[in-house]
């Protein structure tokens, strides 16, 4: 059996869901609301809730902005996170937000892939590329 957690740390919630790959079972899954939350506390509750979460083989990170860095999903490796740091002027609620997921999911899961997937690469996200100024996605 293949497990992966999929978080989606945001700016006033993290949601995680743990899934059995070949099943697509939901194996545990939970909420954590931080609105309010300085970054510090962020870490700390994303560092608490990996030791509850059983270990897994995988985790996908929801990334609100790549900006024109990431037009797909990437394996996370030091240059995807720090790029992805780099883009929080773009999301400043959000990416530092998952920048700190993947630095708690290193330390809990040495050696574990993860992969950061996102907003503007989906289907959604691509579509408001084609209608929207170039400039006005740089800015959002």
Do not use: C
Not at 37 to 45: K, N, Q, T, Y
Not at 96 to 104: Q, R, Y
């Amino acid at each position: 059996m293949t497990r992966v957690l999929v978080l989606n740390a945001g700016s006033s919630s993290l949601k995680w869901t743990v899934l059995d790959a070949a099943s697509e079972t939901v194996e545990e899954q939970g909420t954590a609301t931080w609105e309010g939350a300085d970054g510090g506390r962020h870490l700390a509750e994303l560092r608490s809730i990996l030791g509850q979460i059983s270990p897994v083989d995988a985790v996908g990170h929801r990334v609100v902005h790549g900006g024109t860095t990431f037009r797909e999903a990437a394996v996370v490796d030091g240059g995807v996170r720090d790029a992805i740091a780099a883009l929080a002027e773009l999301a400043p609620l959000h990416n530092p937000v998952a920048v700190a997921g993947i630095d708690a999911v290193a330390q809990a899961y040495p050696g574990v892939p993860q992969v950061a997937a996102f907003d503007q690469v989906s289907p959604i996200g691509w579509a408001l590329v084609r209608v929207m100024p170039r400039a006005a996605l740089l800015a959002h």
